[in-house]
């Protein structure tokens, strides 16, 4: 088989996984409690083991594409890098973050073999710090957003949501915002909205509120290979989310009723891999994609 050839039954070359660096957050911010938001997080005095910051990486005929661009080291470098006041303590409380020079955006996709030039989409699954974080690095790609997600800039309090415009709408940036419309996908029900991002069925976005408005989730789906979902803060645990369980950061009842349809699409697509950002075990339920793949294109060549 020709490298022509399969291009030509999957568009999809690889899918791999690098992490920039870790974040550890309050337990009741992993699964939800019935104590309010602010409550645990000013008095919580325990934190998760030390989980990844993970960043997708699909390698498809049309060029690199990022589901998610991790956090900035300077976050932990730059005194000055969020907000000061109350807004300054609520960030200090909600998360730590451990990374390190080798932790960027550019060294980790040069550790798996790629060219953070060769980037040409970078989807964010929303505008929190820890996904946005390789935005100064991607000059030269388009940057997908939700509308929905982009307009929750401007709505009123921006910081103490979790969104840092300055550290988002950078200059030369090229942005698309994506308003999901009506699919006809039997393998993407219940989700009746969406938006393939290539046109050829491989990489479908999926609208999934909750932990913010204007939350994405992408579909992933290569020939021979269980489909993937990769769901940012969704959830933190894939097995928590198969179990009906909900964070404790979002709005409830958008995250249970997002959830369900997960579980639903689940039931659709047996087998399916769900990704969370900062799931430890991500990597590894990922991990025989990503050999299958490779031997693939190995057989190829």
Not at 87 to 95: E, F, I, K, P
Not at 191 to 206: E, I, Q, S
């Amino acid at each position: 088989m020709t490298s022509e050839t399969k291009s030509a039954t999957s568009p999809i070359r690889q899918v791999s996984v690098v992490s920039t660096g870790t974040v550890s957050i309050h337990p009741e911010h992993v699964a939800a409690t019935r104590k309010p938001l602010y409550w645990w997080l000013f008095t919580s005095r325990r934190w998760t083991r030390p989980l990844p910051i993970n960043v997708y990486v699909i390698e498809h005929d049309d060029g690199l594409v990022l589901f998610d661009t991790g956090q900035d080291r300077a976050s932990v470098t730059d005194p000055d890098y969020f907000p000061g006041g109350i807004s300054g303590v609520v960030y200090d409380r909600l998360a730590r973050f451990d990374i390190g020079a080798a932790d960027t955006l550019t060294a980790q996709l040069a550790s798996i073999g790629y060219d953070i030039a060769d980037v040409r989409v970078a989807v964010l699954s929303h505008l929190h710090q820890d996904h946005i974080g390789g935005l100064p690095e991607l000059a030269g790609a388009e940057i997908v957003i939700s509308g929905e997600e982009w307009r929750s800039l401007d709505a009123p309090l921006p910081g103490p949501r979790g969104l840092l415009r300055d550290h988002i709408d950078l200059p030369g940036l090229r942005w698309r915002h994506i308003d999901p419309g009506p699919i006809h996908d039997p393998q993407a029900a219940p989700f009746t909205t969406g938006h393939d991002l290539f046109g050829d069925g491989g990489l479908v976005l999926l609208p999934t509120p909750g932990h913010t408005p204007g939350s994405l989730s992408l579909l992933v789906r290569v020939p021979g290979q269980p489909p993937l979902l990769m769901v940012g803060d969704l959830t933190y645990d894939a097995h928590l989310l198969e179990e009906g369980h909900v964070p404790g950061v979002g709005n409830k009842r958008q995250l249970t009723e997002t959830t369900k349809m997960i579980n639903l699409l689940r039931e659709q697509n047996p087998g399916l891999v769900v990704l969370p950002a900062h799931d430890p075990g991500a990597a590894s339920r990922l991990a025989p994609v990503t050999r299958a793949l490779a031997a693939r294109g190995e057989t190829a060549t």
